[in-house]
């Protein structure tokens, strides 16, 4: 599934899916590897998931991260929505 799919195909794959995950039969595909090129010459090796992998680690982010943000310590910022370096060097 690419982001190009047409509606119907999309909606398609996304049911294929749901069954697959309530059924706990999906299997996650390996992630495309591409190599950008760094300011030293050498090649940064980057690992971009599937459409149907980000949907599930979203989907997970969904589901968990509020349970983590209310016993995250206010003093936590990493990666953390609303937080940021700037708001930290205020702190």
Same mark, same amino acid.
Do not use: W
């Given at each position: ?5 047409? !509606? ?5 794959? #996304?049911?294929?899916?749901? !069954? ?14 591409? +190599?950008? %090129?760094?300011?030293?010459?050498? !090649?940064?090796?980057?690992?971009? %998931? ?13 589901? #968990?991260? %509020? *349970? *983590? @943000?209310?016993? *995250?310590? @206010?003093?936590? +910022?990493?990666?953390? %929505? ?6 930290? #060097? #205020?702190?």
């Amino acid at each position: 599934m690419t982001i190009k799919a047409n !509606q119907s195909e999309l909606e398609h794959h #996304l049911e294929v899916l749901r !069954q697959a995950l309530r059924s706990k039969t999906n299997q996650p595909k390996p992630v495309r590897r591409v +190599y950008i %090129p760094k300011a030293d010459g050498t !090649q940064r090796s980057l690992g971009i %998931p599937t459409v149907g992998e980000r949907v599930v680690q979203a989907a997970a982010r969904q589901m #968990l991260e %509020p *349970f *983590f @943000e209310a016993n *995250f310590m @206010e003093c936590s +910022y990493g990666f953390r %929505p609303g937080k940021s370096v700037h708001l930290a #060097l #205020l702190g």
